[in-house]
């Protein structure tokens, strides 16, 4: 039986573009780098509050790169949206939906990142304030 989620993949063609992305726009830090038995290179992210990890593949043997629309998008959490978003545009990804309130008090928004993924952020409703 299965028991925690470890990590996800995302293939990309420009490894350097997208690890820039999840460290200086979103604040992820890289956690390991290597090479894998099959020749790809692998580049293991991790936010700050998660056990998960976020593994980007760089494997130009496996073809280009495609993603469609709404096919797959990471989400995270944040304090505050308006400040993340401020963050993101100055650095080159302004949000590209929202923000929206949610029927459950959440605010969310997306963001592109490089090579047609999409990152959704999540600012939870405070309560008790």
Same mark, same amino acid.
């Given at each position: 039986?299965?028991?925690? =989620?470890?990590? !996800?993949?995302?293939?990309?063609? *420009? ?25 790809? !290179? ?6 700050? /509050?998660? /056990?998960?990890? @976020?593994?980007?593949?760089?494997? #130009? $043997?496996?073809? #280009?790169?495609?993603?469609? #629309? *709404?096919? !797959? ?6 304090? *505050? =949206? $308006?400040?993340? &978003? %401020?963050?993101?545009? &100055? %650095?080159?990804?302004?949000?590209? *939906?929202?923000?929206?309130? !949610? ?10 990142? #490089?090579?047609?993924?999409? @990152?959704? @952020? ?8």
């Amino acid at each position: 039986m299965v028991k925690k =989620l470890l990590h !996800t993949r995302y293939r990309v063609a *420009d490894l350097e573009k997208t690890v820039a992305f999840y460290r200086d726009v979103l604040g992820l830090a890289e956690v390991d780098r290597k090479a894998s038995p099959r020749g790809s !290179t692998l580049v293991f992210l991790k936010a700050p /509050e998660s /056990e998960e990890l @976020i593994e980007i593949c760089h494997y #130009p $043997a496996s073809g #280009p790169v495609i993603v469609g #629309p *709404d096919l !797959t998008h990471l989400a995270f959490g944040v304090d *505050d =949206l $308006a400040a993340f &978003a %401020k963050h993101a545009a &100055a %650095k080159g990804y302004p949000l590209s *939906d929202g923000p929206t309130p !949610t029927s459950n008090g959440s605010i969310i928004a997306f963001i592109d990142a #490089p090579e047609g993924y999409e @990152i959704e @952020i999540i600012q939870r409703p405070t309560h008790g304030i």
